[in-house]
């Protein structure tokens, strides 16, 4: 039995990398912990003088214009991806050990030929910003010991002296094991086995005889294969690109049914569909649809699909896509009894995707009163599938006029006395009959976005009631009240 | 004009809500010519003082109230019109914060309704009962609620308030408030609710919002002001805004009128002592004071009794006799329970204080002033400092103040804790959004003591990654100026506590500590002064512990020492101070003291007192201290500004040293009566006020002018009196402090063991890490043992007169249960083996495991890798291996080897923090042959280049400094200083910050036997896996 370990040691850092493209030569650092307790743990060869551990504060002191970044997890599961992909083209059965890190069974596989693959896959994925190392050994254990311990590609044929100069963290100890066998003054493997089992399950107790098994290279486990369906994605390419919609709805329908037909196997239905479109230009079109209720129905996916491509238009061909299904579980959650749902909630989203193409996805939602002092300030927010039950009736209900508000507002030009106005000019203009205020808000002092409004209520000649607002020395008539 | 009165202000005094301090808002009321401004702080009167003061000056009455939070969280200010009033408010608040944890005292209805006398209440703003009802629950509840403040304070205590703060809607509120007011016929009240005195404090406010809050600007939305109209108006801004409601105006006008009460008419007492019968406070003092006398110098001479009968009849006129019995009780019952205890400050003037045994200074022979302590023109209390040895003796003293007086009739003065330094920025910052990376390099740039700082702020943020466009840089920067120096929250002061006959909380209201068993007040030390409340600071001294320590530990080897009969002249005594060998002790340890030392050569008492005080802010600043050493040393002559300054300078070769020398140059050549010297002695210790200190500065050189001083001298005697507003020392003081300075040197000389004994035992304290205190021991010959399971105890002990034994206290992590159970288990029987120590002590895995790595069990296993490999042989979680193990046979050798001498150092630091065994410098020497040891120095050419090397156990960057850094290294033959220039300080500052160890390249200077290296190069020193001691930095 032969197992094949393809690690990534400078993982977190590399993925980093692929992704900013600005940090190509420059010393960058990961840090993690927070505040000042952030600390090192990896570091490009461009900072010699900064070793992992040390604090992020130390490391500017010996390496000014570090950066330091926090890791990428996103990056991070992309580069994963990869590296897997590399492992099945090795076999088909095939671990992800960790984080940069993937073990693949070669039983059946020819060694030598796996090793000349390796060797190309290392050689592959180096431009890709990803630098590899891979061991070979009898078991996943050795395979991975090997891994550490190279630069390119180890073998491992005699386990007992290969294992003997390792150092005793290869074994993957606990930090408080870590700490007791360094005690000890151990620093290898060998070190570790030169004592007795017994001495050590003595001490250590079951964990410490794991360990020792470990650095006896004693331990053999099952893979914990993958499996690549699992990420309910599907992608593929267009050679020559596609200039027309059918052929892209065509393999988009196929597509679907398959990454529907995993997510219900696995007991899923899918909460977001992301539609990558890569075009010819380079360039790329990404899309991300929220369904009205998660579902695993193609012909709903499609409706929505349908209706954002319909208005789509692009720059470029479409070389390729991507289509990645978010998984959840089915919705078992009950509506209230005072709720109200939509009638057709998917015409709802369908419609809403069509007004999305037309006048931007960050212009479609709903209004939601921001919190600030500002008046009329808003942002957007997804509408709710449902509409929440009225609340009691407010303790001090409006009362008043009511403000109609002229989008954009008005510019006005105002004549003032003893600091009121009196006359009005622009699109409504005339003498001033009544004031009432001015009301003063003001805010944002901290940024470029300082804003200071005062406000008026006038009345004109003919008996209209104008809200009137200053912004230094601009005027405008925001609206009428009724 | 109508009259106008803003009766309703908070300032930053309710912690975290108003903007701005009570001295900005008195400026701000004496430029709108106001005739009276109330402070209605929240929760307190913690600002009132901080009004009261400026306010006789500005020419307004300052009114005192409070916002009193209720139990069910609505918010009612209430002014004080009446002395009662003003004592019902002190115990309504006393009361509800005696009952709850700091901070969360609520003062219930019941208590309001029992106790309101004197006191006026208003509606309250849009938190007060009424609004918040209205807001709440409408109308009918807000009647109800302004209805139970009319109960309880009736028709003619209760006013209506309304704010107009230019918000929408808010006339809703005060449409409701004018109908319930007219249909229950309450008066109206005008108010703005001040929150800041300017506009431009809004942000202050905004920030505090905040840091309460805990969110930032920019998600803080409505909780944020809504505009910066809360703060002080003039009475023709108010009027117009409240043109259709006159009467509310008028009536800010005649409620002020009402408000009788300001702070000038507290009547604080000090409690009486209690006397035999047949005595009185002052016959009693003067038997005791005799008493006390003849004890202390035997005969008492005719001009000792003059002395004496001079203070005594002061005293007694000026009643402060009761005072002085108390002092000197507590004194007694300190020494009764073997406590050493010993007064400082201008106390140290007086001769009877000395006969009490208050002090230890002989004021008659050292010709003290006595003026600086009392004089006829002082109206506020002496002054007496008292220093007990730190820690829990000095707690048994204070709890006795709390016996004797009561939770109520005693507390400690509060602590005013402000945004200072770097953590004005970080506060200021986070709310500002700025990302926790870009503060943590700035705190990590700019270290707690390491100002003041050689680059503007601005650059310092640049430094710190905040690019100069950055749109929030400028609102930053202008913020945190404004926040710089506004209080945060209230601390209690380190030993200042206040006495009175009667309950304190007539006159300010108390609250608990965070210290369970301690009451503070809501005003500072200095509030306390200005109104005249006397202050007894308990003080605790590290070294005062030391020397406790230390005698008792002589005194257990049979070798009693008497500190006050120790001879003041032993020769070996100041060669160790001349040389500068003053590693451990009082006052004379610091860098800045090494280096003058050598140059200043004491060979007596005096030269040790000036030595204590010429190392301060006060006398460098003034110039004073090169003029003094070149004059000493016989390279300047010796000149005094003007002849009549002769006699007071004499002893301090014409420069000037000391504050009592400032106060008699005032008085004998500019002519000051004894209330103008103290006036001036109050206004060079009063830090808060430059203004204060200036005018003193004018009058005094008007005088000095117009009694003939030469402008020269004129000018000489005033730089000399700004100095010492930054901390000089009195005479007195000084002495005092000398005293402690020189014992400490005695027992460093005589009975080193004991002494090393007492420093280690009281860490942490001083200048230096006990590793630095090890090394020094063993330069002075006495060896340090480690710790060991079969010897040690929980302390460090002296096994003889140049060996100490380190005690289980110096190992990290172990328990002083698990120490004390394993003591007491050896006492029984000792242990005979290491199996024999496992099974009869209760020490946890990990401590078992830091008492083998530290070699503390090596006695019973041979070495520490053998107690460590046995430790773990009762696998921690497996109680069955515990069991075989307690029955089982001796287990076999261990199969580990011994540990290297690296890795015992190495291990000695891990656990210990330092090594019994060489300096890890010693390893380094061999890899790095450049390095010069730091007892090479001496044998170096001036001016050559050199490089020094080894772990860092201090940086310092003093006020006075102007941007140089001093750095001291430590090898294994003593300590090297270097000097950095700020340039290339600015240029390294995080090396020279952040490395645990540096090599340093420069010129080496050497005057008098002062020696540096004035550094050119700095970088770190790679010590290979060797520890770094913890260095003590801008202490």
Redesign the interface.
Same mark, same amino acid.
């Given at each position: 039995m032969s197992y094949a370990v393809l690690l990534a040691p400078h993982f977190s850092l590399e993925a980093l990398r692929c992704g900013a493209p600005e940090l190509a030569g420059q010393p960058v650092a990961l840090i993690a912990g927070?505040?000042?307790k952030?600390v090192i743990t990896e570091v490009s060869p461009e900072a010699p003088m900064v070793e992992a551990g040390c604090?992020? *504060?130390?490391a500017?002191?010996?390496c000014p214009g570090i950066v330091?970044r926090t890791r990428d997890f996103a990056a991070e599961a992309e580069a994963q991806r990869l590296l897997v992909a590399a492992g099945f083209t090795l076999s088909p059965r095939v671990e992800t050990t960790g984080p940069g890190c993937c073990t693949v069974d070669l039983q059946g596989a020819d060694l030598a030929r796996s090793e000349s693959e390796i060797r190309l896959r290392i050689a592959e994925l180096a431009p890709l910003g990803l630098t590899l190392r891979a061991g070979i050994g009898a078991t996943p254990l050795l395979a991975s010991y090997a891994a550490h311990q190279t630069d390119s590609l180890l073998r491992v044929d005699d386990a007992r002296a290969f294992l003997r100069t390792l150092p005793l963290e290869v074994g993957g100890p606990s930090a408080d094991e870590l700490a &007791?066998l360094r005690?000890?003054?151990l620093q290898t493997l060998g070190d570790l086995t030169?004592?007795t089992k017994a001495?050590v399950g003595?001490?250590?107790?079951a964990r410490?005889v794991a360990l020792w098994e470990r650095a006896a290279g004693e331990t053999t486990r099952v893979l914990r294969l993958v499996e690549p369906s699992r990420s309910f994605v599907a992608e593929w390419a267009y050679e020559p690109p596609i200039e027309m919609l059918e052929p892209l709805t065509f393999k988009l329908q196929r597509f679907a049914e398959r990454v529907a037909l995993e997510l219900r196997a696995a007991g899923f239905v899918a909460e977001a569909l992301t539609l990558y479109l890569l075009l010819e230009d380079g360039s790329d079109h990404r899309r991300e649809f929220h369904l009205p209720e998660p579902g695993a129905d193609v012909a709903s996916w499609m409706r929505v699909l349908l209706s954002h491509l319909e208005t789509l238009r692009l720059t470029s061909h479409v070389i390729g896509a991507r289509l990645l299904a978010a998984p959840a579980r089915p919705q078992q959650k009950q509506d209230g009894l005072f709720d109200t749902g939509l009638r057709d909630p998917v015409a709802f989203w369908e419609n809403l995707a069509r007004l999305g193409a037309l006048v931007g996805p960050d212009r479609v939602g709903t209004p939601v009163v921001?919190? *600030?002092?500002r008046a009329d300030a808003f942002t957007l927010a997804k509408p709710a599938d449902v509409v929440p039950a009225a609340t009691e009736p407010p &303790?001090?209900p409006e009362r008043g006029l009511v403000l109609r508000r002229f989008r954009p507002a008005w510019p006005a030009a105002v004549g003032l006395r003893e600091g009121k106005p009196q006359a009005l000019g622009g699109a409504v203009s005339g003498p001033i009959v009544a004031t009432a205020?001015?009301?003063?808000?003001?805010?944002g002092?901290?940024?470029?976005d300082a804003w200071?409004v005062e *406000?008026w209520h006038v009345e004109v000649g003919d008996g209209a009631v104008y809200q009137l607002a200053r912004t230094g020395e601009t005027w405008c008539i925001e609206g009428v009240l009724d | 004009m109508m009259t106008y009165v803003e009766l309703h202000a908070r300032s930053a005094f309710s912690f975290l809500r108003g903007g701005s301090d009570p001295e900005a808002l008195a400026r701000e009321a004496a430029r709108l010519q106001f005739p009276a401004l109330a402070l209605c702080d929240r929760g307190g009167v913690y600002g009132a003082v901080r009004l009261h003061m400026p306010s006789k000056e500005a020419g307004f009455r300052a009114l005192a109230g409070c916002e009193l939070i209720m139990e069910d969280g609505a918010v009612v200010p209430v002014l004080v019109s009446t002395q009662a009033g003003y004592r019902q408010l002190g115990a309504l608040l006393t009361t509800a914060n005696l009952r709850a944890p700091k901070g969360e005292g609520r003062v219930t209805w019941r208590e309001l309704e029992e106790g309101n006398g004197g006191l006026i209440a208003l509606t309250g703003d849009e938190e007060g009962p009424v609004r918040r009802a209205w807001?709440? =629950?409408?109308p009918d509840a807000a009647a109800e609620a302004g209805g139970k403040l009319r109960r309880i304070f009736g028709g003619g205590r209760l006013f209506v308030e309304l704010q107009r703060h230019? $918000?929408?809607g808010e006339e =809703?509120a005060n449409e409701f408030l004018v109908d319930w007011a007219a249909s229950v016929k309450l008066p109206l009240l005008a108010t703005n609710g001040v929150n800041h005195a300017t506009a431009a404090d809004r @942000?202050v406010a905004?920030i505090f919002t905040c840091l309460r809050e805990h969110t930032t600007?920019d998600a803080a939305? %409505?909780r944020?002001a =809504?505009? %910066?109209?809360r703060h002080l108006k003039g009475a023709g801004e108010m009027t117009a805004l409240f043109a259709d409601l006159p009467e509310a105006i008028a009536n800010t006008g005649r409620l002020a009128e009402r408000l009788e009460f300001t702070l000038d008419q507290l009547d604080y007492r000090f409690p009486d002592f209690d006397v035999p019968a047949g005595e009185t406070q002052i016959s009693h003092l003067h038997r005791m004071t005799y008493l006390g006398a003849e004890e202390r110098f035997g005969t008492v001479t005719g001009a000792v009794r003059r002395q004496i009968e001079r203070e005594l009849e002061l005293i007694g006129r000026l009643g402060f006799s009761g005072y002085f019995l108390i002092v000197w009780d507590l004194c007694r019952f300190a020494r009764g329970r073997g406590t050493l205890i010993q007064g400082r400050g201008s106390a140290a003037n007086s001769v009877v204080c000395y006969a009490l045994g208050i002090t230890a200074v002989d004021p008659i022979a050292n010709k003290l002033l006595f003026e600086r302590f009392l004089s006829e023109g002082r109206s506020d209390w002496p002054d007496i400092d008292l220093d007990l040895p730190s820690m829990e003796r000095r707690e048994e003293v204070i709890q006795e103040v709390y016996q004797r007086y009561g939770r109520r009739g005693a507390a400690m003065t509060a602590n005013v804790i402000s945004f200072k330094g770097r953590s004005t920025m970080r506060e200021v910052g986070k709310v500002?959004g700025l990302p926790?990376?870009v503060l943590? =390099?700035f705190?990590?740039l700019f270290h707690g003591g390491d100002y003041p700082q050689t680059l503007e702020l601005a650059e310092q943020l640049r430094m710190a990654g905040i690019a100069p466009n950055d749109? %929030?840089l400028r609102?930053?920067l202008d913020?945190c100026q404004r926040v710089y120096g506004l209080p945060r929250h209230l601390g209690q002061h380190s030993g200042g506590m206040v006495l009175c006959q009667g309950e304190l909380n007539d006159f300010v209201p108390l609250e608990n500590a965070r210290m369970p068993g301690r009451s503070v007040l809501q005003w500072d030390k200095s509030d306390c002064e200005d109104m005249r409340i006397v202050k007894i600071d308990l003080l605790g001294l590290g070294m005062m512990a030391v020397l406790q320590d230390t005698l008792e530990i002589c005194a257990q080897r049979g070798q009693p020492v008497d500190l006050a009969q120790i001879p003041k002249d032993d020769a070996e005594t100041f060669k160790l101070l001349q040389d500068a060998d003053t590693v451990g002790l009082f006052q004379v340890e610091s860098r800045a003291q090494m280096a003058t030392l050598p140059r200043m050569k004491p060979k007596t008492f005096y030269d040790l007192v000036i030595e204590v005080a010429i190392i301060r802010p006060g006398p460098i600043q003034g110039n004073a201290v090169n003029p003094y050493l070149a004059r000493r040393a016989g390279k300047e002559e010796v000149v005094y500004a003007d002849e009549r300054a002769r006699p007071i300078l004499e002893r301090t070769l014409g420069v000037v040293l000391f504050q009592e020398q400032v106060l008699r140059l005032a008085m004998e050549l500019g002519g000051f009566s004894a209330s103008e010297a103290d006036e001036l002695r109050r206004a060079i210790g009063f830090t808060r006020s430059q203004e204060r200190l200036n005018r003193m500065k004018d009058k005094l050189g008007e005088s000095l002018r117009k009694n003939g001083v030469a402008p020269a001298a004129t000018e000489s005697i005033l730089h000399s009196l700004a100095s010492f507003a930054l901390y000089g020392f009195p005479e007195s003081h000084a002495i005092s402090f000398a005293l402690i300075a020189y014992a400490s040197a005695w027992l460093k000389v005589h009975r080193p063991a004991a002494f090393y004994a007492g420093l280690l035992n009281n860490q942490p304290m001083g200048f230096y890490s006990p590793a630095t205190l090890v090394q020094d021991a063993r330069r002075r010959g006495v060896k340090t043992l480690p710790v060991c399971v079969q010897r040690s105890a929980e302390a460090c002990e002296v096994i003889a007169d140049d060996t100490l034994r380190l005690g289980f206290a110096s190992v990290r992590g172990v328990r002083k249960a698990g120490v004390a159970a394993m003591l007491a288990a050896r006492q029984k029987l000792p242990f005979v083996s290491l199996a024999d120590f496992l099974r009869r002590t209760e020490f946890s895995a990990a401590e078992r %495991?830091a008492l083998?790595?530290a070699g503390a069990l090596n006695a019973l296993s041979g070495h520490r890798?053998a107690a460590?490999?046995e430790v773990?042989?009762t696998?921690a979680?497996?109680e069955l291996?515990r069991l075989v193990a307690v029955e089982g046979p001796e287990p076999v050798l261990s199969?580990?080897?011994r540990?290297t001498h690296l890795?015992r150092l190495q291990a000695d630091y891990e656990t210990l923090g330092l090594t019994t065994g060489p300096h890890p410098m010693r390893l380094m020497r061999e890899k790095m042959p450049d390095l010069w040891a730091a007892a090479e120095l001496k044998h170096g050419r001036p001016g050559a280049r050199v490089k020094i090397g080894g772990p860092v156990i201090t940086r310092q960057r003093p006020g006075t400094a102007k941007g140089f850094c001093f750095i001291t290294i430590e090898d294994e033959t003593g300590h090297a200083n270097a000097i950095v220039r700020p340039n290339l300080f600015e240029e390294l500052r995080? $090396?020279i @910050?952040?490395?645990p160890s540096l090599m340093i390249t420069g010129r080496l200077q050497n005057e008098q036997g002062v020696i540096h290296i004035m550094a050119e190069e700095i970088v770190?020193l790679p010590m290979g896996g060797l520890p770094a001691e913890i260095s003590h930095d801008y202490h």
């Amino acid at each position: 039995m032969s197992y094949a370990v393809l690690l990534a040691p400078h993982f977190s850092l590399e993925a980093l990398r692929c992704g900013a493209p600005e940090l190509a030569g420059q010393p960058v650092a990961l840090i993690a912990g927070e505040g000042r307790k952030a600390v090192i743990t990896e570091v490009s060869p461009e900072a010699p003088m900064v070793e992992a551990g040390c604090a992020a *504060t130390l490391a500017m002191a010996r390496c000014p214009g570090i950066v330091l970044r926090t890791r990428d997890f996103a990056a991070e599961a992309e580069a994963q991806r990869l590296l897997v992909a590399a492992g099945f083209t090795l076999s088909p059965r095939v671990e992800t050990t960790g984080p940069g890190c993937c073990t693949v069974d070669l039983q059946g596989a020819d060694l030598a030929r796996s090793e000349s693959e390796i060797r190309l896959r290392i050689a592959e994925l180096a431009p890709l910003g990803l630098t590899l190392r891979a061991g070979i050994g009898a078991t996943p254990l050795l395979a991975s010991y090997a891994a550490h311990q190279t630069d390119s590609l180890l073998r491992v044929d005699d386990a007992r002296a290969f294992l003997r100069t390792l150092p005793l963290e290869v074994g993957g100890p606990s930090a408080d094991e870590l700490a &007791i066998l360094r005690n000890w003054g151990l620093q290898t493997l060998g070190d570790l086995t030169a004592l007795t089992k017994a001495d050590v399950g003595q001490r250590l107790g079951a964990r410490g005889v794991a360990l020792w098994e470990r650095a006896a290279g004693e331990t053999t486990r099952v893979l914990r294969l993958v499996e690549p369906s699992r990420s309910f994605v599907a992608e593929w390419a267009y050679e020559p690109p596609i200039e027309m919609l059918e052929p892209l709805t065509f393999k988009l329908q196929r597509f679907a049914e398959r990454v529907a037909l995993e997510l219900r196997a696995a007991g899923f239905v899918a909460e977001a569909l992301t539609l990558y479109l890569l075009l010819e230009d380079g360039s790329d079109h990404r899309r991300e649809f929220h369904l009205p209720e998660p579902g695993a129905d193609v012909a709903s996916w499609m409706r929505v699909l349908l209706s954002h491509l319909e208005t789509l238009r692009l720059t470029s061909h479409v070389i390729g896509a991507r289509l990645l299904a978010a998984p959840a579980r089915p919705q078992q959650k009950q509506d209230g009894l005072f709720d109200t749902g939509l009638r057709d909630p998917v015409a709802f989203w369908e419609n809403l995707a069509r007004l999305g193409a037309l006048v931007g996805p960050d212009r479609v939602g709903t209004p939601v009163v921001a919190e *600030t002092h500002r008046a009329d300030a808003f942002t957007l927010a997804k509408p709710a599938d449902v509409v929440p039950a009225a609340t009691e009736p407010p &303790i001090h209900p409006e009362r008043g006029l009511v403000l109609r508000r002229f989008r954009p507002a008005w510019p006005a030009a105002v004549g003032l006395r003893e600091g009121k106005p009196q006359a009005l000019g622009g699109a409504v203009s005339g003498p001033i009959v009544a004031t009432a205020g001015p009301w003063r808000c003001e805010g944002g002092w901290w940024h470029r976005d300082a804003w200071c409004v005062e *406000t008026w209520h006038v009345e004109v000649g003919d008996g209209a009631v104008y809200q009137l607002a200053r912004t230094g020395e601009t005027w405008c008539i925001e609206g009428v009240l009724d | 004009m109508m009259t106008y009165v803003e009766l309703h202000a908070r300032s930053a005094f309710s912690f975290l809500r108003g903007g701005s301090d009570p001295e900005a808002l008195a400026r701000e009321a004496a430029r709108l010519q106001f005739p009276a401004l109330a402070l209605c702080d929240r929760g307190g009167v913690y600002g009132a003082v901080r009004l009261h003061m400026p306010s006789k000056e500005a020419g307004f009455r300052a009114l005192a109230g409070c916002e009193l939070i209720m139990e069910d969280g609505a918010v009612v200010p209430v002014l004080v019109s009446t002395q009662a009033g003003y004592r019902q408010l002190g115990a309504l608040l006393t009361t509800a914060n005696l009952r709850a944890p700091k901070g969360e005292g609520r003062v219930t209805w019941r208590e309001l309704e029992e106790g309101n006398g004197g006191l006026i209440a208003l509606t309250g703003d849009e938190e007060g009962p009424v609004r918040r009802a209205w807001r709440e =629950r409408g109308p009918d509840a807000a009647a109800e609620a302004g209805g139970k403040l009319r109960r309880i304070f009736g028709g003619g205590r209760l006013f209506v308030e309304l704010q107009r703060h230019l $918000v929408p809607g808010e006339e =809703r509120a005060n449409e409701f408030l004018v109908d319930w007011a007219a249909s229950v016929k309450l008066p109206l009240l005008a108010t703005n609710g001040v929150n800041h005195a300017t506009a431009a404090d809004r @942000n202050v406010a905004d920030i505090f919002t905040c840091l309460r809050e805990h969110t930032t600007l920019d998600a803080a939305g %409505r909780r944020l002001a =809504r505009n %910066r109209e809360r703060h002080l108006k003039g009475a023709g801004e108010m009027t117009a805004l409240f043109a259709d409601l006159p009467e509310a105006i008028a009536n800010t006008g005649r409620l002020a009128e009402r408000l009788e009460f300001t702070l000038d008419q507290l009547d604080y007492r000090f409690p009486d002592f209690d006397v035999p019968a047949g005595e009185t406070q002052i016959s009693h003092l003067h038997r005791m004071t005799y008493l006390g006398a003849e004890e202390r110098f035997g005969t008492v001479t005719g001009a000792v009794r003059r002395q004496i009968e001079r203070e005594l009849e002061l005293i007694g006129r000026l009643g402060f006799s009761g005072y002085f019995l108390i002092v000197w009780d507590l004194c007694r019952f300190a020494r009764g329970r073997g406590t050493l205890i010993q007064g400082r400050g201008s106390a140290a003037n007086s001769v009877v204080c000395y006969a009490l045994g208050i002090t230890a200074v002989d004021p008659i022979a050292n010709k003290l002033l006595f003026e600086r302590f009392l004089s006829e023109g002082r109206s506020d209390w002496p002054d007496i400092d008292l220093d007990l040895p730190s820690m829990e003796r000095r707690e048994e003293v204070i709890q006795e103040v709390y016996q004797r007086y009561g939770r109520r009739g005693a507390a400690m003065t509060a602590n005013v804790i402000s945004f200072k330094g770097r953590s004005t920025m970080r506060e200021v910052g986070k709310v500002m959004g700025l990302p926790d990376d870009v503060l943590d =390099r700035f705190s990590s740039l700019f270290h707690g003591g390491d100002y003041p700082q050689t680059l503007e702020l601005a650059e310092q943020l640049r430094m710190a990654g905040i690019a100069p466009n950055d749109a %929030r840089l400028r609102a930053l920067l202008d913020t945190c100026q404004r926040v710089y120096g506004l209080p945060r929250h209230l601390g209690q002061h380190s030993g200042g506590m206040v006495l009175c006959q009667g309950e304190l909380n007539d006159f300010v209201p108390l609250e608990n500590a965070r210290m369970p068993g301690r009451s503070v007040l809501q005003w500072d030390k200095s509030d306390c002064e200005d109104m005249r409340i006397v202050k007894i600071d308990l003080l605790g001294l590290g070294m005062m512990a030391v020397l406790q320590d230390t005698l008792e530990i002589c005194a257990q080897r049979g070798q009693p020492v008497d500190l006050a009969q120790i001879p003041k002249d032993d020769a070996e005594t100041f060669k160790l101070l001349q040389d500068a060998d003053t590693v451990g002790l009082f006052q004379v340890e610091s860098r800045a003291q090494m280096a003058t030392l050598p140059r200043m050569k004491p060979k007596t008492f005096y030269d040790l007192v000036i030595e204590v005080a010429i190392i301060r802010p006060g006398p460098i600043q003034g110039n004073a201290v090169n003029p003094y050493l070149a004059r000493r040393a016989g390279k300047e002559e010796v000149v005094y500004a003007d002849e009549r300054a002769r006699p007071i300078l004499e002893r301090t070769l014409g420069v000037v040293l000391f504050q009592e020398q400032v106060l008699r140059l005032a008085m004998e050549l500019g002519g000051f009566s004894a209330s103008e010297a103290d006036e001036l002695r109050r206004a060079i210790g009063f830090t808060r006020s430059q203004e204060r200190l200036n005018r003193m500065k004018d009058k005094l050189g008007e005088s000095l002018r117009k009694n003939g001083v030469a402008p020269a001298a004129t000018e000489s005697i005033l730089h000399s009196l700004a100095s010492f507003a930054l901390y000089g020392f009195p005479e007195s003081h000084a002495i005092s402090f000398a005293l402690i300075a020189y014992a400490s040197a005695w027992l460093k000389v005589h009975r080193p063991a004991a002494f090393y004994a007492g420093l280690l035992n009281n860490q942490p304290m001083g200048f230096y890490s006990p590793a630095t205190l090890v090394q020094d021991a063993r330069r002075r010959g006495v060896k340090t043992l480690p710790v060991c399971v079969q010897r040690s105890a929980e302390a460090c002990e002296v096994i003889a007169d140049d060996t100490l034994r380190l005690g289980f206290a110096s190992v990290r992590g172990v328990r002083k249960a698990g120490v004390a159970a394993m003591l007491a288990a050896r006492q029984k029987l000792p242990f005979v083996s290491l199996a024999d120590f496992l099974r009869r002590t209760e020490f946890s895995a990990a401590e078992r %495991r830091a008492l083998a790595k530290a070699g503390a069990l090596n006695a019973l296993s041979g070495h520490r890798r053998a107690a460590l490999w046995e430790v773990e042989s009762t696998h921690a979680g497996d109680e069955l291996f515990r069991l075989v193990a307690v029955e089982g046979p001796e287990p076999v050798l261990s199969p580990l080897e011994r540990m290297t001498h690296l890795e015992r150092l190495q291990a000695d630091y891990e656990t210990l923090g330092l090594t019994t065994g060489p300096h890890p410098m010693r390893l380094m020497r061999e890899k790095m042959p450049d390095l010069w040891a730091a007892a090479e120095l001496k044998h170096g050419r001036p001016g050559a280049r050199v490089k020094i090397g080894g772990p860092v156990i201090t940086r310092q960057r003093p006020g006075t400094a102007k941007g140089f850094c001093f750095i001291t290294i430590e090898d294994e033959t003593g300590h090297a200083n270097a000097i950095v220039r700020p340039n290339l300080f600015e240029e390294l500052r995080l $090396v020279i @910050n952040l490395e645990p160890s540096l090599m340093i390249t420069g010129r080496l200077q050497n005057e008098q036997g002062v020696i540096h290296i004035m550094a050119e190069e700095i970088v770190a020193l790679p010590m290979g896996g060797l520890p770094a001691e913890i260095s003590h930095d801008y202490h």
